[in-house]
Protein backbone atom coordinates (compact mmCIF):
# COMPACT_ATOMS: atom_id res chain seq x y z
CA UNK A 1 0.00 0.00 0.00
CA UNK A 2 2.61 2.66 0.56
CA UNK A 3 4.37 1.97 -2.69
CA UNK A 4 0.88 2.44 -4.90
CA UNK A 5 0.71 5.63 -2.37
CA UNK A 6 4.00 6.53 -3.72
CA UNK A 7 4.10 6.14 -7.19
CA UNK A 8 0.61 7.97 -6.95
CA UNK A 9 2.82 11.04 -5.88
CA UNK A 10 4.86 10.70 -8.22
CA UNK A 11 2.11 10.64 -11.19
CA UNK A 12 1.07 14.08 -9.62
CA UNK A 13 4.17 15.30 -9.66
CA UNK A 14 4.83 14.54 -13.42
CA UNK A 15 1.55 16.00 -13.89
CA UNK A 16 2.67 18.94 -12.39
CA UNK A 17 5.98 19.31 -14.16
CA UNK A 18 5.35 17.33 -17.75
CA UNK A 19 1.86 19.61 -18.63
CA UNK A 20 -0.68 18.34 -20.48
CA UNK A 21 1.47 15.43 -23.01
CA UNK A 22 2.25 13.66 -20.22
CA UNK A 23 -0.81 13.78 -18.64
CA UNK A 24 -2.03 9.99 -20.59
CA UNK A 25 1.46 8.84 -19.70
CA UNK A 26 1.16 9.07 -16.25
CA UNK A 27 -2.54 8.07 -16.23
CA UNK A 28 -1.94 4.73 -17.21
CA UNK A 29 1.27 4.60 -15.24
CA UNK A 30 -1.02 5.43 -12.20
CA UNK A 31 -4.19 2.89 -12.80
CA UNK A 32 -1.35 -0.23 -13.58
CA UNK A 33 0.04 0.65 -9.81
CA UNK A 34 -3.67 0.79 -8.56
CA UNK A 35 -4.65 -2.61 -9.94
CA UNK A 36 -0.87 -3.81 -8.70
CA UNK A 37 -1.80 -2.36 -5.02
CA UNK A 38 -5.79 -3.48 -5.26
CA UNK A 39 -3.88 -7.18 -6.11
CA UNK A 40 -1.65 -6.90 -3.49
CA UNK A 41 -4.31 -5.71 -0.73
CA UNK A 42 -6.12 -9.05 -2.04
CA UNK A 43 -3.40 -11.38 -1.31
CA UNK A 44 -2.89 -9.38 1.84
CA UNK A 45 -6.60 -9.96 3.05
CA UNK A 46 -6.01 -13.82 1.95
CA UNK A 47 -3.22 -14.16 3.92
CA UNK A 48 -4.87 -12.22 7.41
CA UNK A 49 -7.84 -14.68 6.41
CA UNK A 50 -6.01 -17.68 6.55
CA UNK A 51 -3.36 -17.40 9.46
CA UNK A 52 -7.11 -15.77 11.31
CA UNK A 53 -8.28 -19.32 10.28
CA UNK A 54 -5.20 -20.95 11.44
CA UNK A 55 -4.95 -19.15 14.97
CA UNK A 56 -9.11 -19.56 15.46
CA UNK A 57 -8.06 -24.07 14.59
CA UNK A 58 -4.92 -23.49 17.10
CA UNK A 59 -7.29 -22.08 20.02
CA UNK A 60 -10.15 -24.33 19.67
CA UNK A 61 -7.88 -27.60 19.97
CA UNK A 62 -6.02 -25.84 22.76
CA UNK A 63 -9.32 -25.86 24.19
CA UNK A 64 -10.33 -29.25 23.80
CA UNK A 65 -7.34 -30.02 25.39
CA UNK A 66 -7.92 -28.33 28.42
CA UNK A 67 -11.12 -29.44 28.43
CA UNK A 68 -10.15 -33.01 28.20
CA UNK A 69 -7.66 -32.53 30.69
CA UNK A 70 -9.86 -31.03 33.34
CA UNK A 71 -12.42 -33.57 32.78
CA UNK A 72 -9.52 -36.12 33.41
CA UNK A 73 -8.54 -34.40 36.35
CA UNK A 74 -12.21 -34.25 37.71
CA UNK A 75 -12.59 -37.72 36.67
CA UNK A 76 -9.74 -38.91 39.03
CA UNK A 77 -10.80 -37.27 41.38
CA UNK A 78 -14.10 -38.59 41.48
CA UNK A 79 -12.30 -42.33 41.65
CA UNK A 80 -10.23 -41.20 44.59
CA UNK A 81 -13.24 -39.93 46.86
CA UNK A 82 -15.00 -42.85 45.91
CA UNK A 83 -11.90 -45.12 47.17
CA UNK A 84 -11.83 -43.26 50.18
CA UNK A 85 -15.56 -43.50 51.35
CA UNK A 86 -15.00 -46.92 50.30
CA UNK A 87 -12.21 -47.19 53.00
CA UNK A 88 -14.19 -44.98 55.45
CA UNK A 89 -17.03 -47.09 55.14
CA UNK A 90 -14.85 -50.54 55.98
CA UNK A 91 -13.11 -48.30 59.25
CA UNK A 92 -16.35 -47.60 60.66
CA UNK A 93 -17.28 -51.10 60.14
CA UNK A 94 -14.38 -52.39 61.59
CA UNK A 95 -14.65 -49.86 64.59
CA UNK A 96 -18.35 -50.91 64.72
CA UNK A 97 -17.13 -54.38 65.16
CA UNK A 98 -14.58 -53.41 68.08
CA UNK A 99 -17.31 -51.32 70.00
CA UNK A 100 -19.01 -54.58 70.04
CA UNK A 101 -16.42 -56.59 71.31
CA UNK A 102 -15.37 -54.60 73.94
CA UNK A 103 -19.14 -53.94 75.30
CA UNK A 104 -19.28 -57.71 75.23
CA UNK A 105 -15.92 -58.15 77.38
CA UNK A 106 -17.52 -55.28 79.81
CA UNK A 107 -20.64 -57.32 80.14
CA UNK A 108 -17.79 -60.49 80.65
CA UNK A 109 -16.04 -58.74 82.51
CA UNK A 110 -19.09 -57.25 84.99
CA UNK A 111 -19.95 -60.93 85.50
CA UNK A 112 -16.45 -62.28 86.56
CA UNK A 113 -16.30 -59.36 89.18
CA UNK A 114 -19.69 -60.79 90.50
CA UNK A 115 -18.36 -64.55 91.05
CA UNK A 116 -14.52 -63.09 92.16
CA UNK A 117 -16.97 -61.08 95.17
CA UNK A 118 -19.05 -64.52 95.77
CA UNK A 119 -15.54 -66.40 95.85
CA UNK A 120 -14.15 -64.17 98.14
CA UNK A 121 -17.49 -64.20 100.22
CA UNK A 122 -16.93 -67.70 100.10
CA UNK A 123 -13.15 -67.87 101.02
CA UNK A 124 -13.95 -66.02 104.27
CA UNK A 125 -16.27 -67.87 105.24
CA UNK A 126 -14.04 -71.18 105.22
CA UNK A 127 -11.06 -69.54 106.83
CA UNK A 128 -13.51 -68.95 109.70
CA UNK A 129 -14.69 -72.06 109.33
CA UNK A 130 -10.56 -73.39 109.73
CA UNK A 131 -10.11 -70.92 112.60
CA UNK A 132 -12.51 -72.29 114.38
CA UNK A 133 -11.88 -76.00 113.47
CA UNK A 134 -7.83 -75.35 114.19
CA UNK A 135 -8.67 -74.01 117.71
CA UNK A 136 -11.19 -76.97 118.26
CA UNK A 137 -8.29 -79.59 117.09
CA UNK A 138 -5.33 -77.62 118.84
CA UNK A 139 -6.94 -76.64 122.06
CA UNK A 140 -5.57 -73.43 121.53
CA UNK A 141 -7.64 -70.15 121.28
CA UNK A 142 -6.69 -67.27 118.43
CA UNK A 143 -4.72 -65.43 121.49
CA UNK A 144 -2.71 -68.24 122.31
CA UNK A 145 -1.72 -69.57 118.98
CA UNK A 146 -1.08 -65.60 118.02
CA UNK A 147 1.63 -65.78 120.93
CA UNK A 148 2.98 -69.07 119.94
CA UNK A 149 3.38 -67.69 116.21
CA UNK A 150 4.89 -64.29 117.63
CA UNK A 151 7.57 -66.32 119.48
CA UNK A 152 8.09 -68.43 116.20
CA UNK A 153 8.64 -65.74 113.84
CA UNK A 154 11.00 -64.02 116.65
CA UNK A 155 13.27 -66.90 116.48
CA UNK A 156 13.17 -67.18 112.60
CA UNK A 157 13.92 -63.22 112.80
CA UNK A 158 16.68 -63.89 115.21
CA UNK A 159 17.98 -66.46 112.62
CA UNK A 160 17.90 -64.09 109.48
CA UNK A 161 19.14 -60.93 111.41
CA UNK A 162 22.22 -63.44 112.25
CA UNK A 163 22.44 -64.16 108.74
CA UNK A 164 22.29 -60.51 107.25
CA UNK A 165 25.22 -59.35 109.55
CA UNK A 166 27.46 -61.78 108.13
CA UNK A 167 25.99 -60.52 104.90
CA UNK A 168 25.97 -57.06 105.66
CA UNK A 169 29.94 -57.81 106.83
CA UNK A 170 30.74 -58.62 103.77
CA UNK A 171 28.83 -56.19 101.88
CA UNK A 172 30.84 -53.83 103.64
CA UNK A 173 34.16 -54.79 102.95
CA UNK A 174 33.45 -55.31 99.12
CA UNK A 175 31.65 -51.42 99.06
CA UNK A 176 35.22 -50.27 100.46
CA UNK A 177 37.14 -52.12 97.43
CA UNK A 178 34.22 -51.38 94.96
CA UNK A 179 35.78 -48.17 93.56
CA UNK A 180 39.22 -49.50 92.94
CA UNK A 181 38.13 -52.59 91.52
CA UNK A 182 36.06 -50.73 89.24
CA UNK A 183 39.20 -48.64 88.52
CA UNK A 184 41.28 -51.68 87.89
CA UNK A 185 38.67 -53.46 85.80
CA UNK A 186 38.17 -50.63 83.37
CA UNK A 187 41.59 -51.17 82.92
CA UNK A 188 42.28 -54.26 82.41
CA UNK A 189 39.42 -54.43 79.72
CA UNK A 190 40.43 -51.72 77.97
CA UNK A 191 43.96 -52.93 77.29
CA UNK A 192 44.62 -56.49 75.27
CA UNK A 193 47.83 -58.21 74.92
CA UNK A 194 49.85 -61.12 73.37
CA UNK A 195 49.77 -64.69 75.75
CA UNK A 196 53.75 -64.91 75.43
CA UNK A 197 55.75 -68.17 76.43
CA UNK A 198 59.64 -67.98 78.08
CA UNK A 199 62.30 -68.08 75.58
CA UNK A 200 65.61 -69.80 76.94
CA UNK A 201 67.29 -71.15 74.46
CA UNK A 202 68.03 -70.45 70.33
CA UNK A 203 67.81 -72.60 67.91
CA UNK A 204 69.08 -72.55 64.38
CA UNK A 205 67.98 -74.75 61.54
CA UNK A 206 70.56 -76.02 59.51
CA UNK A 207 69.81 -77.88 55.74
CA UNK A 208 71.83 -81.24 57.09
CA UNK A 209 74.15 -82.58 59.44
CA UNK A 210 76.79 -82.04 57.22
CA UNK A 211 77.06 -78.45 57.99
CA UNK A 212 77.66 -79.77 61.72
CA UNK A 213 81.27 -80.48 60.49
CA UNK A 214 81.97 -77.55 58.91
CA UNK A 215 80.56 -75.46 61.88
CA UNK A 216 83.00 -77.27 64.81
CA UNK A 217 85.76 -76.69 61.93
CA UNK A 218 89.62 -78.77 61.80
CA UNK A 219 89.90 -79.42 65.47
CA UNK A 220 87.18 -77.15 66.54
CA UNK A 221 88.74 -73.79 65.46
CA UNK A 222 85.18 -72.43 64.08
CA UNK A 223 83.25 -73.23 67.04
CA UNK A 224 85.96 -72.00 69.32
CA UNK A 225 86.12 -68.57 67.22
CA UNK A 226 82.16 -68.25 67.11
CA UNK A 227 81.42 -68.72 70.72
CA UNK A 228 84.42 -66.25 71.50
CA UNK A 229 83.61 -63.61 69.59
CA UNK A 230 80.46 -63.94 71.13
CA UNK A 231 79.76 -65.60 74.00
CA UNK A 232 77.62 -67.92 73.50
CA UNK A 233 77.93 -71.83 74.26
CA UNK A 234 77.10 -73.65 71.01
CA UNK A 235 75.52 -77.11 71.50
CA UNK A 236 76.21 -79.64 68.83
CA UNK A 237 74.48 -82.80 69.41
CA UNK A 238 72.15 -85.42 68.01
CA UNK A 239 68.70 -83.40 67.26
CA UNK A 240 68.97 -83.33 63.13
CA UNK A 241 69.05 -80.78 61.29
CA UNK A 242 69.82 -78.24 63.95
CA UNK A 243 71.82 -76.24 66.52
CA UNK A 244 71.43 -75.02 69.85
CA UNK A 245 72.44 -71.86 71.18
CA UNK A 246 72.61 -71.05 74.78
CA UNK A 247 73.47 -67.79 77.32
CA UNK A 248 72.25 -66.23 79.88
CA UNK A 249 72.49 -62.78 77.84
CA UNK A 250 69.73 -62.79 75.56
CA UNK A 251 71.03 -59.96 73.49
CA UNK A 252 74.40 -62.38 72.93
CA UNK A 253 72.48 -64.85 72.01
CA UNK A 254 70.58 -63.36 69.51
CA UNK A 255 73.97 -62.33 68.20
CA UNK A 256 74.91 -65.70 67.80
CA UNK A 257 71.71 -66.62 66.45
CA UNK A 258 72.06 -64.30 63.61
CA UNK A 259 75.36 -65.08 62.90
CA UNK A 260 75.36 -68.07 62.58
CA UNK A 261 72.25 -68.52 60.57
CA UNK A 262 74.05 -65.77 58.03
CA UNK A 263 77.55 -68.51 58.30
CA UNK A 264 75.13 -71.23 57.09
CA UNK A 265 73.72 -69.73 54.28
CA UNK A 266 76.49 -68.31 52.67
CA UNK A 267 78.98 -71.49 53.80
CA UNK A 268 82.28 -69.96 54.38
CA UNK A 269 82.99 -70.71 57.87
CA UNK A 270 86.37 -70.26 58.92
CA UNK A 271 87.92 -67.67 62.02
CA UNK A 272 87.90 -64.50 60.08
CA UNK A 273 84.60 -64.59 58.00
CA UNK A 274 83.48 -65.73 61.88
CA UNK A 275 84.80 -62.26 63.23
CA UNK A 276 83.44 -60.15 60.06
CA UNK A 277 79.95 -61.66 60.46
CA UNK A 278 79.54 -61.62 64.17
CA UNK A 279 80.21 -57.25 63.80
CA UNK A 280 77.79 -56.84 61.17
CA UNK A 281 75.34 -58.78 63.08
CA UNK A 282 76.24 -56.84 66.38
CA UNK A 283 75.30 -53.87 63.98
CA UNK A 284 72.37 -55.14 63.06
CA UNK A 285 70.95 -56.34 66.42
CA UNK A 286 71.40 -52.92 67.39
CA UNK A 287 69.59 -51.13 64.77
CA UNK A 288 67.10 -53.42 66.09
CA UNK A 289 66.94 -52.37 69.41
CA UNK A 290 66.80 -49.29 68.60
CA UNK A 291 64.36 -49.51 66.40
CA UNK A 292 62.09 -51.33 68.95
CA UNK A 293 62.82 -48.68 71.49
CA UNK A 294 61.24 -46.16 69.18
CA UNK A 295 58.57 -48.18 68.48
CA UNK A 296 57.75 -49.08 72.17
CA UNK A 297 57.79 -45.41 73.16
CA UNK A 298 55.58 -44.58 70.54
CA UNK A 299 53.00 -47.60 71.10
CA UNK A 300 53.13 -46.15 74.91
CA UNK A 301 52.36 -42.81 73.97
CA UNK A 302 55.09 -41.17 76.08
CA UNK A 303 56.60 -38.00 74.32
CA UNK A 304 60.39 -36.36 75.89
CA UNK A 305 62.06 -39.41 76.68
CA UNK A 306 65.89 -39.05 75.98
CA UNK A 307 67.65 -41.23 73.69
CA UNK A 308 69.83 -43.35 75.45
CA UNK A 309 66.73 -44.46 77.35
CA UNK A 310 65.12 -45.40 74.50
CA UNK A 311 68.08 -47.18 73.63
CA UNK A 312 68.34 -49.30 76.80
CA UNK A 313 64.45 -50.35 76.53
CA UNK A 314 65.34 -51.42 72.76
CA UNK A 315 67.13 -54.36 74.99
CA UNK A 316 64.46 -55.49 76.51
CA UNK A 317 63.06 -56.77 73.38
CA UNK A 318 65.20 -59.86 73.82
CA UNK A 319 64.84 -60.29 77.50
CA UNK A 320 61.40 -62.89 78.95
CA UNK A 321 60.52 -62.95 82.60
CA UNK A 322 58.70 -65.70 83.44
CA UNK A 323 57.96 -66.16 79.78
CA UNK A 324 56.47 -62.74 79.54
CA UNK A 325 58.30 -60.26 76.93
CA UNK A 326 59.87 -57.25 79.36
CA UNK A 327 59.31 -54.45 76.47
CA UNK A 328 55.70 -55.70 75.72
CA UNK A 329 55.35 -55.91 79.71
CA UNK A 330 56.71 -52.22 80.12
CA UNK A 331 54.16 -51.06 77.24
CA UNK A 332 51.01 -53.04 78.93
CA UNK A 333 52.39 -51.31 82.37
CA UNK A 334 52.48 -47.90 81.32
CA UNK A 335 48.81 -48.37 79.37
CA UNK A 336 47.23 -49.60 82.60
CA UNK A 337 48.63 -46.57 84.42
CA UNK A 338 47.61 -44.04 82.51
CA UNK A 339 43.99 -45.94 82.55
CA UNK A 340 44.22 -45.91 86.03
CA UNK A 341 45.86 -42.24 86.78
CA UNK A 342 43.23 -40.89 84.31
CA UNK A 343 40.45 -42.49 86.43
CA UNK A 344 41.89 -41.25 89.90
CA UNK A 345 42.87 -37.94 88.92
CA UNK A 346 46.38 -38.38 89.09
CA UNK A 347 49.50 -37.29 86.94
CA UNK A 348 48.58 -39.06 83.58
CA UNK A 349 52.18 -38.13 81.84
CA UNK A 350 54.16 -39.23 85.39
CA UNK A 351 52.62 -42.73 85.31
CA UNK A 352 52.71 -43.44 81.93
CA UNK A 353 56.39 -43.00 81.58
CA UNK A 354 57.35 -44.63 85.25
CA UNK A 355 55.08 -47.48 83.58
CA UNK A 356 57.18 -47.62 80.42
CA UNK A 357 60.72 -47.39 82.13
CA UNK A 358 59.66 -49.41 85.60
CA UNK A 359 61.37 -52.62 84.47
CA UNK A 360 64.38 -51.01 82.94
CA UNK A 361 67.00 -51.93 84.92
CA UNK A 362 66.37 -55.50 83.91
CA UNK A 363 68.67 -54.73 80.61
CA UNK A 364 71.68 -54.20 82.24
CA UNK A 365 70.98 -55.95 85.83
CA UNK A 366 73.83 -58.38 84.48
CA UNK A 367 76.36 -55.51 84.34
CA UNK A 368 75.15 -54.23 87.51
CA UNK A 369 74.53 -54.95 90.87
CA UNK A 370 71.71 -54.97 93.02
CA UNK A 371 67.54 -55.42 92.47
CA UNK A 372 66.52 -54.42 89.39
CA UNK A 373 64.28 -51.88 90.41
CA UNK A 374 67.56 -49.48 91.88
CA UNK A 375 69.40 -50.00 89.43
CA UNK A 376 66.86 -48.91 86.68
CA UNK A 377 66.23 -45.85 88.76
CA UNK A 378 69.69 -44.71 88.94
CA UNK A 379 69.43 -45.09 85.30
CA UNK A 380 66.57 -43.11 84.81
CA UNK A 381 68.13 -40.54 87.29
CA UNK A 382 70.60 -39.74 84.87
CA UNK A 383 68.35 -38.58 81.88
CA UNK A 384 65.00 -37.53 83.47
CA UNK A 385 65.04 -34.23 85.24
CA UNK A 386 61.32 -35.39 86.66
CA UNK A 387 61.47 -37.18 90.55
CA UNK A 388 57.93 -38.75 90.36
CA UNK A 389 59.06 -40.82 87.76
CA UNK A 390 62.26 -41.99 89.32
CA UNK A 391 60.27 -43.10 92.30
CA UNK A 392 58.27 -44.68 89.95
CA UNK A 393 60.66 -46.91 88.97
CA UNK A 394 62.71 -47.00 92.32
CA UNK A 395 59.34 -48.62 94.15
CA UNK A 396 57.58 -51.17 91.96
CA UNK A 397 59.13 -53.64 94.16
CA UNK A 398 59.26 -52.04 97.47
CA UNK A 399 62.94 -51.31 97.14
CA UNK A 400 62.20 -47.54 97.65
CA UNK A 401 61.46 -45.84 101.05
CA UNK A 402 59.03 -43.24 99.49
CA UNK A 403 56.18 -43.21 97.59
CA UNK A 404 53.43 -41.59 95.82
CA UNK A 405 50.20 -41.67 94.18
CA UNK A 406 51.73 -42.06 91.38
CA UNK A 407 54.40 -44.69 92.40
CA UNK A 408 51.66 -46.80 93.62
CA UNK A 409 49.56 -46.62 90.65
CA UNK A 410 52.40 -48.05 88.69
CA UNK A 411 53.01 -50.89 91.57
CA UNK A 412 49.14 -51.50 90.84
CA UNK A 413 49.84 -51.84 87.16
CA UNK A 414 52.74 -53.99 87.24
CA UNK A 415 51.11 -56.63 89.42
CA UNK A 416 48.22 -56.19 87.05
CA UNK A 417 50.07 -57.04 83.77
CA UNK A 418 51.87 -59.80 85.59
CA UNK A 419 49.60 -61.99 86.63
CA UNK A 420 46.72 -61.75 84.40
CA UNK A 421 46.07 -65.57 82.97
CA UNK A 422 48.17 -66.65 80.29
CA UNK A 423 51.02 -63.71 81.01
CA UNK A 424 53.85 -65.37 82.48
CA UNK A 425 54.48 -68.94 83.18
CA UNK A 426 54.48 -71.27 85.70
CA UNK A 427 56.24 -74.39 86.37
CA UNK A 428 54.13 -77.48 85.86
CA UNK A 429 54.89 -79.08 89.12
CA UNK A 430 54.67 -76.04 91.45
CA UNK A 431 51.47 -75.44 89.31
CA UNK A 432 49.86 -79.04 90.64
CA UNK A 433 51.40 -78.53 94.28
CA UNK A 434 49.78 -75.29 94.43
CA UNK A 435 46.00 -77.06 93.40
CA UNK A 436 46.78 -79.84 95.77
CA UNK A 437 47.47 -77.83 98.34
CA UNK A 438 44.38 -75.78 97.64
CA UNK A 439 42.37 -78.67 97.92
CA UNK A 440 43.86 -80.01 100.83
CA UNK A 441 42.77 -77.11 102.96
CA UNK A 442 39.34 -77.07 101.69
CA UNK A 443 38.79 -80.51 102.86
CA UNK A 444 40.37 -79.83 106.14
CA UNK A 445 37.34 -78.32 107.69
CA UNK A 446 34.89 -80.42 109.05
CA UNK A 447 31.18 -80.79 107.27
CA UNK A 448 33.62 -81.02 103.98
CA UNK A 449 32.38 -83.53 101.89
CA UNK A 450 34.19 -82.69 98.61
CA UNK A 451 36.43 -79.95 97.59
CA UNK A 452 37.62 -78.98 93.80
CA UNK A 453 39.88 -76.40 92.60
CA UNK A 454 38.48 -75.12 89.36
CA UNK A 455 39.64 -72.13 87.10
CA UNK A 456 43.12 -72.60 87.18
CA UNK A 457 43.02 -72.72 90.51
CA UNK A 458 41.78 -69.47 91.09
CA UNK A 459 38.89 -70.63 92.70
CA UNK A 460 37.75 -73.60 95.22
CA UNK A 461 34.58 -74.93 95.50
CA UNK A 462 33.66 -77.01 98.36
CA UNK A 463 30.39 -79.34 98.78
CA UNK A 464 29.25 -79.80 102.70
CA UNK A 465 27.39 -82.04 104.22
CA UNK A 466 23.49 -80.59 104.49
CA UNK A 467 23.58 -82.10 107.71
CA UNK A 468 26.31 -81.17 108.94
CA UNK A 469 26.85 -77.84 108.29
CA UNK A 470 23.94 -74.97 107.42
CA UNK A 471 23.28 -72.25 105.87
CA UNK A 472 25.09 -70.10 108.59
CA UNK A 473 27.89 -72.75 108.88
CA UNK A 474 28.20 -72.32 104.91
CA UNK A 475 28.52 -68.78 105.09
CA UNK A 476 31.23 -69.64 108.04
CA UNK A 477 33.00 -71.70 106.16
CA UNK A 478 33.63 -69.54 103.13
CA UNK A 479 34.86 -67.26 105.34
CA UNK A 480 37.65 -69.25 107.11
CA UNK A 481 38.68 -70.97 104.09
CA UNK A 482 39.47 -68.19 101.87
CA UNK A 483 41.26 -66.65 105.48
CA UNK A 484 43.61 -69.85 105.72
CA UNK A 485 44.48 -69.85 101.89
CA UNK A 486 45.85 -66.23 102.40
CA UNK A 487 47.88 -67.54 105.39
CA UNK A 488 49.04 -70.54 104.01
CA UNK A 489 49.54 -70.30 100.24
CA UNK A 490 51.71 -67.85 97.69
CA UNK A 491 49.60 -67.01 94.55
CA UNK A 492 48.98 -64.12 91.83
CA UNK A 493 45.87 -62.52 92.18
CA UNK A 494 42.63 -63.52 93.98
CA UNK A 495 41.32 -67.25 94.50
CA UNK A 496 37.55 -67.03 94.99
CA UNK A 497 36.23 -69.55 97.56
CA UNK A 498 32.17 -71.07 96.84
CA UNK A 499 30.58 -73.54 99.34
CA UNK A 500 27.79 -75.27 98.00
CA UNK A 501 24.98 -76.76 100.73
CA UNK A 502 22.43 -78.91 98.60
CA UNK A 503 19.67 -80.69 100.48
CA UNK A 504 18.52 -83.80 98.25
CA UNK A 505 15.12 -85.94 99.23
CA UNK A 506 15.11 -89.51 98.09
CA UNK A 507 12.07 -91.88 98.77
CA UNK A 508 11.73 -94.93 96.39
CA UNK A 509 7.72 -96.19 94.97
CA UNK A 510 7.31 -99.42 96.07
Known amino acids: MAESLLWVLVAVAVLA ?25 ERLRAMAETEQKDLILQATKEAMQVRQAAENEVRERRQELQRQ ?12 RRVEQVER ?13 QIQAKAEDLKLQQVKELERISQLTRDEAREWLVQAVDQEVRDDANRRVVLLERAYKEDADRRSREVLMEAVQRVTSEVVSEVTVSVVPIPSDDMKGRIIGREGRNIRALEHA ?8 DTPDCVTLSCFD ?30 RAKAEVD ?49 LAALIASEIGANVEVVKKGGLLHDIGKGMDQEMEGPHALI ?28 TLEGAIVQVADAISGSRPGARGEALDHYIKRLQALEE ?48 LEYPGQIKVTVVRETRAVEYAQ
Open 17 to 41: VGGGGGFWVGKVAIEQRLRAASLAA
Open 85 to 96: ERRLGQKEEQLD
Open 105 to 117: KEHQLTGKEQEIE
Open 230 to 237: TGVDIIID
Open 250 to 279: PVRREIARLSLTKLVSDGRIHPSRIEEVVV
Open 287 to 335: DVMAKEGERAVFDAGVQGLHPELVKLMGRLKFRYSYGQNVLRHSVEVAH
Open 376 to 403: GARLVERYEKSREVVICVAKHHDDWFTN
Open 441 to 488: IASGFPGVDKSYAVQAGREVRILVKPDQVDDLGALRLARDVAKRVEES
